[in-house]
C-alpha cells in the first residue's frame, strides 16, 4: 500500500499535467479552429478565473467534503474535463469545460498545499512544487509525441486524461487515510492578529511583495503559454518539436525546484532570488541577441532553470520580513497577485500577439523581468520582523 505522502506527490503530478499542456497544444489547436494565436489567451484567463473561484472556495470545500473527497472530487473533474476536450470540434464546448478543468485544479492547489504545510516538513512542500513541475514537463512532451506521430492534439489531451483519471482511482483507494493526523512539524505557536487585507497593503513591503508575486507568475505564465507558438512563427519550427521545447522549460523549472529544494537551508532566499534572476537574465539575453535556433533553445532552458527558486523565496521569506502574526494574510494577497496575473497576463499578450507579432516575446520577457527585478529590490530594503 504506497503512503499518503507519496500519493500526494502523485496528486501534484496530476495538477502540473494540464497547466502547460494547451502553450504546446494550441499551434494546431488554433488551426483547427480557425483562430488567432492570441485566442490561447482567452482560455488560459477563463483556467485561471475558474482556478481563483475554487481558491477562494477551498476552505469551504474542505469543511463541507474533507479534503480526501475534495481531491478526489477534483481529479475526476479535470480528468472529465480533459477528456471533453479531446473529443470536440467545438471551440464553444472547449471554452465551457474549460471551466470545471480550472475548478479542479484550483480546489487540489489550495487543498493539498494547505495541509503539506499543515502536516508535513517544509522540505516535504519543495518536493511537492518539484513533483507539479514533473507533471508540467510531462505533459507537453505527451502533446508532441501525438502530434509527431500524427495523433493530433485530441490524442495528448485524451492520453492525459486517462491519466487523470488513473490517479483519480488511486486517490480512492486512499480517500480515508487523508483523515488521520500526520506530523505538524511546522506548526507555530505564534497567534495570528487579525488584519484586513485593506490595512495589510498599507504596510511598508506589501505592494512590492505583491508586485513581484505579480510580474513573476507573468513571466513563468508567458513563457510556459507563448514559446511554442513564438518558435513556430518566429522559426517556422514544426509543431512537435516546437511543443518538446516548451516541455524543455518545464524540465528547467522541475529541475531548479529540485535542486534549489536542496540548497535552500543554506542560502538565504534574498539569494536565491537572485541567482534566478541572473540566470533568467542570461536566458532571455540568448533569445534576444543569437539567431541560431540553438542558442534560442538553450535561452528557453535558462529561462526555466533560472524561473525555478523566484516564486519559492519570495514567499519564504514573508514570515521572516513581515512577522509570523500576520504573514497568512499577506500571503493570502500575495497568492491572489499570482493568480490576478496569471489570469490578465495571457490575455494582454494574446492581444498584443494578434495586433503585433509574438516575435517580441523575448523583449516581453524583459520587460516583467526588469519589473520583477525592481519588486525583489524594493522588498529587500524592508528591515526583517524576525531575527534571523
Avoid at 519570495?314 to 521572516?320: A, M, Q, R
Wanted: glycine share 10%; net charge neutral.
Amino acid at each position: 500500500m504506497l503512503p499518503l505522502l507519496l500519493v500526494i506527490f502523485i496528486t501534484f503530478i496530476s495538477l502540473g499535467l494540464p497547466d502547460a499542456v494547451l502553450g504546446a497544444a494550441w499551434p494546431e489547436m488554433r488551426g483547427d479552429f480557425g483562430l488567432s494565436f492570441g485566442y490561447a489567451g482567452v482560455i488560459a484567463a477563463i483556467t485561471c478565473a475558474a482556478t481563483v473561484c475554487s481558491s477562494l472556495l477551498s476552505a469551504r470545500l474542505v469543511a463541507w467534503l474533507g479534503i480526501g473527497r475534495l481531491v478526489l472530487f477534483s481529479c475526476f473533474l479535470t480528468a472529465s474535463a480533459l477528456v471533453a476536450y479531446s473529443m470536440t470540434a467545438s471551440i464553444y464546448v472547449i471554452l465551457l469545460v474549460t471551466i470545471p478543468l480550472g475548478f479542479g485544479g484550483g480546489a487540489i492547489d489550495a487543498a493539498v498545499n494547505n495541509f503539506v504545510s499543515t502536516h508535513y516538513r517544509a522540505s516535504h512542500l519543495n518536493l511537492l512544487h518539484g513533483f507539479w513541475g514533473v507533471g508540467a514537463m510531462t505533459g507537453p512532451l505527451i502533446i508532441a509525441h501525438y502530434l509527431s506521430t500524427g495523433g493530433g492534439w485530441q490524442s495528448g489531451y485524451l492520453a492525459i486524461g486517462l491519466i487523470q483519471g488513473a490517479i483519480g482511482l488511486l486517490l480512492l483507494a486512499k480517500v480515508k487515510a487523508w483523515s488521520t493526523p500526520r506530523m505538524n512539524v511546522d506548526a507555530n505557536d505564534t497567534s495570528p492578529a487579525i488584519i484586513s487585507n485593506k490595512d495589510a497593503i498599507g504596510l511598508r513591503g506589501v505592494p512590492a511583495q505583491m508586485l513581484a508575486c505579480f510580474s513573476y507568475c507573468a513571466l513563468e505564465i508567458t513563457t510556459g503559454l507563448w514559446i511554442a507558438s513564438f518558435l513556430v512563427v518566429q522559426y517556422e519550427l514544426p509543431v512537435s518539436q516546437a511543443a518538446f521545447w516548451s516541455a524543455m522549460f518545464y524540465f528547467g523549472i522541475t529541475c531548479g525546484r529540485f535542486i534549489s529544494g536542496v540548497i535552500a537551508d543554506y542560502f538565504q532566499g534574498q539569494v536565491l532570488a537572485k541567482i534566478g534572476m541572473a540566470v533568467v537574465a542570461l536566458g532571455v539575453g540568448f533569445t534576444l541577441i543569437f539567431e541560431d535556433l540553438i542558442f534560442v533553445q538553450i535561452g528557453i532552458l535558462l529561462i526555466g532553470v533560472g524561473c525555478a527558486p523566484i516564486f519559492p523565496a519570495i514567499l519564504k521569506e514573508v514570515p521572516h520580513r513581515f512577522g509570523h502574526d500576520i504573514s497568512q494574510t499577506i500571503m493570502g494577497l500575495s497568492m491572489a497577485s499570482a493568480y490576478f496575473s496569471i489570469t490578465i497576463t495571457p490575455l494582454a499578450i494574446g492581444w498584443v500577439a494578434s495586433q503585433v507579432t509574438l516575435s517580441i516575446l523575448p523583449q516581453i520577457l524583459l520587460v516583467f523581468g526588469f519589473v520583477l527585478l525592481l519588486a525583489l529590490t524594493s522588498l529587500n530594503k524592508v528591515k526583517p520582523a524576525l531575527s534571523s
